[in-house]
């Protein structure tokens, strides 16, 4: 796997407002909002990129992240507003995500693929093409479709919780791997299992 473009931009997945906050469906937000804590950023309404913005610095580049409160449908005008300003290309971006097809607890760095169902997704890939990182946070699944909805949009049981929060800290351990040392040393760091995770499955789109 070769290394591309620098991560400039890293897009959270998440629906606005304090009544999803705590949702498994906004686990891209608590990513992208750890990162903010970590590095001194502080988020503010951008109305022209549909969205909230912080920037902070991580081995020695800027790096943008962006929440799009367009809510996760339309995920996808939000990045293509912040990517189209500053004429950023697509494998220079992170989109960050909760990830159905991984148990809580398992992070997943990948770059390009399909949506796997996933709606926010699927709407950035519509407005800028499939040439961009992922960050696949796991939320488990409940089961059968019927009930994905209803599940996503609940707060996890706090063991889930814990374990999903413990995830994100470690993708934030790994960004500035990808940026420094790109996709391959990150990738290799990440997907290393700990004995929680030793069986857990990559679950690719």
């Known amino acids: 796997m070769t290394q591309h473009s ?10 606005p407002g304090s009544r ?7 686990a891209g937000f608590w990513f992208v909002d750890r990162l903010a804590r970590r ?4 988020f ?3 109305r022209r990129f549909l969205g909230e913005t912080a920037q902070i610095e991580l081995e020695g580049s800027r790096v943008l ?3 799009p409160a367009t809510f996760m449908n339309r995920s996808g005008n939000s990045v293509r507003s912040l ?3 500053l004429k950023i290309p ?3 971006v992170l989109v960050a ?7 809580a607890g398992v992070a997943r760095l990948k770059r390009n693929g399909g949506p796997g169902g996933h709606n926010g997704l699927k709407d950035v890939i519509a407005h800028l093409g499939r040439d961009f990182f992922r960050l696949r946070l796991g939320v488990s699944h409940p089961g059968h479709q019927n009930q994905v909805i209803d599940y996503v949009l609940q707060r996890a049981d706090p063991d889930d919780e814990r374990a999903i929060e413990d995830a994100v800290e470690r993708a934030a351990d790994v960004l500035p791997v990808l940026i420094a040392h790109g996709d391959q040393r990150a990738m290799t760091r990440l997907h290393t299992p700990s004995a929680s995770e030793s069986s857990a499955p990559d679950g690719d789109d």
């Open 83 to 85: 990517t189209a300003y």
């Open 90 to 92: 697509p494998e220079a």
């Open 44 to 46: 503010r309404e951008e």
């Open 6 to 15: 620098p991560i400039r931009i890293v897009v959270g997945l998440g629906n």
């Open 20 to 26: 999803y906050a705590r949702t498994r469906h906004n």
């Open 97 to 103: 995500h909760d990830e159905l097809d991984l148990p």
């Open 65 to 67: 992240l962006l929440k």
């Open 39 to 42: 590095y001194g950023g502080v």
